[in-house]
């Protein structure tokens, strides 16, 4: 017999936090089955912190957080390795896209989840909560396997916020960022890269090595960002950004 099972998806922010403890409020209508976070790699160190923090507050509620993905070993192999076809075939990849979804959300996200429920749970049917606030409404996507709890509570990014506060999981990284994710994604805002820059120096000296080392194999995405680490330095000194 088929038996549906749900997963929350979490990624450390304040919509998915919100929506956790707002579920686990409301468990007769959201039931949770597990709660999967992608461990890119790449996260802030604090990241970790916060996640035992969570993991702790769960511990009443019989959950716990599963924590997929292989990371950094992933990250190498797609970003060292070379495209297969089109006008870049046979170049190394480097840094992800900047537009549109990049290889990085699919391997780092997306297949470690598939990879999962094929494993684990191939005989379930699979409902995803995915924490969309009610003020996003147009990143919703139709699918019978996802619902949006969050636009079902009526909560928009900024009640997410004030509703962790409320609660005690506040994410200190809100202190620094507007939003939470990779330190090393290239589609991160300037103001953000000014507290990378700034606050976290030897992350930002990781981004530089890795670029050094793309620039050095002619990868077809070589600079962080298109404009490049040196660039965006550069404008911090001259502009205070």
């Given at each position: 017999m088929t038996k549906t099972k749900y997963f929350l998806m979490f990624s450390g922010g304040k919509d998915s936090t919100?929506?956790?403890?707002?579920?686990?409020?409301?468990?007769?209508?959201?039931?949770?089955?597990?709660?999967?976070?992608?461990?890119t790699g790449f996260e802030f160190p604090y990241m970790y912190d916060y996640l035992d923090l969570i993991d702790k507050?769960?511990?009443?509620?019989?959950?716990?957080?599963?924590?997929?993905?292989?990371?950094?070993?992933?990250?190498?192999?797609?970003?060292?390795?070379?495209?297969?076809?089109g006008k870049l075939n046979g170049k190394m990849r480097g840094f992800?896209?900047?537009?549109?979804?990049?290889w990085c959300t699919r391997e780092l996200k997306i297949c470690p989840f598939n990879k999962y429920i094929k494993t684990k749970h191939k005989k379930n049917n699979i409902i995803k909560y995915i924490g969309i606030a009610s003020d996003e409404k147009k990143r919703i996507k139709k699918d019978k396997n996802i619902i949006y709890p969050l636009v079902d509570?009526?909560?928009?990014?900024?009640?997410?916020?004030?509703?962790t506060k409320?609660?005690?999981?506040?994410?200190?990284?809100y202190?620094?960022?507007?939003?939470?994710?990779?330190?090393?994604?290239p589609k991160q805002n300037q103001k953000s890269l000014k507290v990378l820059i700034n606050k976290y120096p030897e992350l930002w000296d990781n981004v530089k090595i890795m670029e050094k080392f793309f620039i050095k194999n002619d990868s077809a995405f070589s600079l962080?960002?298109?404009k490049g680490t040196a660039y965006f330095e550069k404008k911090l000194k001259e502009y205070d950004l």
């Open positions: 919100a929506m956790l403890f707002k579920c686990l409020e409301n468990s007769e209508k959201y039931p949770i089955d597990e709660i999967i976070f992608y461990d507050k769960l511990e009443k509620y019989g959950l716990k957080i599963t924590r997929l993905g292989e990371g950094k070993k992933t990250w190498n192999k797609w970003s060292k390795g070379c495209f297969t076809r992800p896209i900047t537009i549109g979804m990049s509570f009526n909560m928009t990014e900024n009640d997410c916020l004030e509703y409320k609660i005690d999981v506040y994410n200190k990284l202190d620094d960022f507007k939003r939470t994710g990779c330190y090393l994604c962080f960002a298109i």
